[in-house]
């Protein structure tokens, strides 16, 4: 199923997804994010191929919503510094938690991710930074490349910008409390959310910057880099340079089929179910694609003698 994307306008957005995959976008805004998947109560992404088109997938997926988000951002500007809340904070406030991974497919020269503090700090003193103006002084950062992968999680300060395009897999919540939007004021001013945020921020370095990929999968046809995995998803780069079958058991033990999102990046082709009754789904680079669990196998097929690369994404094992 072809999935259509929800555009999203943001003051840090502007029009990269045009340019990088031949997107309509609406006219005259910046737009931050393009949703690819989401089920939230407000509502779900839409089908835009076969005989399910304009359906929503909350009508088709059962009682359980799917419990997670495929978005591409286009930060021209600078996110709010920000954090989002781990299971414990965000039980104690009524809200979602959310814990999230950023793939770098473009990256301008001089474009940073600011991801955990340089030093741990308390509370009172980065408020007092806030105050200040000088959060970025707490703030350790470094500039990002084209391939790298990120992990945000839950409790990690962080902000991006300065012209990235960035795919984003998280846990289905919209909870984000603004620590700090750079000075931001007058239409382009937002209200920052201090007493929630510091109570779900781990104010302390974060780690590593970045996740070393791993090869799970190379018959010449196919092959498979496992991005990320955390309890909530999993990401893996695909490479197809001919006719490959993709399986969508888990990656560690054989179990359950698996639905998957594939979001393509360059090439083109079709991908489809080994079922005459299923219809295939011709794609080209920025299409999603939702392979749903009813199948175990599906075939991608490149067009043209041209290369297939693309991002897989997976919610949590069965």
């Known amino acids: 199923m072809l999935l259509e994307p929800r555009y999203l306008?943001?003051?840090?957005?502007?029009?990269?997804?045009?340019?990088?995959?031949?997107?309509?976008?609406?006219?005259?805004?910046?737009?931050?994010?393009?949703?690819?998947?989401?089920?939230?109560?407000?509502?779900?992404?839409?089908?835009?191929?076969?005989?399910?088109?304009?359906?929503?997938?909350?009508?088709?997926?059962?009682?359980?919503?799917?419990?997670l988000m495929v978005k591409v951002l286009d930060v021209e500007d600078r996110l709010?510094?920000?954090?989002?809340?781990?299971?414990?904070t965000a039980r104690a406030h009524g809200t979602e938690a959310k814990a999230e991974a950023w793939i770098v497919l473009e990256a301008d020269p001089g474009a940073r991710i600011w991801r955990g503090l340089r030093e741990e700090v308390e509370p009172a003193a980065f408020r007092e930074?806030?105050?200040?103006?000088?959060?970025?002084?707490?703030?350790?950062?470094?500039?990002?490349?084209?391939?790298?992968?990120?992990?945000?999680?839950?409790?990690?300060?962080?902000?991006a910008g300065g012209g990235l395009l960035l795919a984003e897999v998280q846990?289905?919540?919209?909870?984000?409390?603004?620590?700090?939007?750079?000075?931001?004021?007058?239409?382009?001013?937002?209200?920052?959310?201090?007493?929630?945020?510091?109570?779900?921020?781990?104010?302390?370095?974060?780690?590593?910057?970045?996740?070393v990929p791993r090869e799970v999968e190379d018959d010449g046809n196919l092959r498979r880099l496992l991005l990320v995995a955390t309890p909530h998803f999993s990401a893996e780069h695909l490479t197809v340079p001919g006719i490959c079958t993709l399986e969508t058991g888990a990656e560690d033990e054989e179990g359950e089929p698996r639905w998957r999102v594939l979001f393509f990046l360059s090439g083109g082709g079709v991908v489809r179910a080994f079922d005459r009754r299923a219809e295939p789904a011709p794609f080209l680079p920025g299409d999603a694609v939702l392979l749903?669990?009813?199948?175990?196998?599906?075939?991608?097929?490149?067009?043209?003698?041209?290369?297939?690369?693309a991002l897989s994404f997976a919610g949590p094992p069965p």
Request: proline fraction near 8%; glycine fraction near 12%.
């Open 80 to 88: 709010s510094v920000q954090v989002h809340p781990d299971a414990g």
């Open 292 to 309: 749903p669990a009813a199948h175990d196998a599906y075939e991608i097929e490149p067009a043209g003698g041209k290369v297939v690369q």
């Open 171 to 211: 846990q289905c919540s919209e909870t984000t409390y603004r620590l700090w939007d750079w000075g931001r004021t007058g239409d382009a001013g937002r209200p920052l959310h201090l007493d929630a945020g510091l109570e779900a921020a781990h104010l302390r370095p974060a780690g590593p910057d970045r996740v």
């Open 9 to 67: 306008e943001k003051v840090w957005g502007g029009r990269r997804l045009e340019k990088a995959f031949g997107r309509t976008l609406p006219e005259k805004v910046p737009v931050g994010e393009s949703w690819e998947l989401f089920d939230r109560p407000a509502g779900s992404t839409r089908i835009r191929s076969g005989p399910l088109r304009g359906r929503a997938l909350a009508e088709l997926r059962g009682e359980e919503e799917l419990p």
């Open 129 to 159: 930074a806030v105050g200040a103006g000088k959060v970025e002084d707490l703030l350790h950062s470094f500039e990002p490349r084209a391939g790298d992968v990120v992990p945000v999680q839950a409790g990690v300060v962080h902000a």
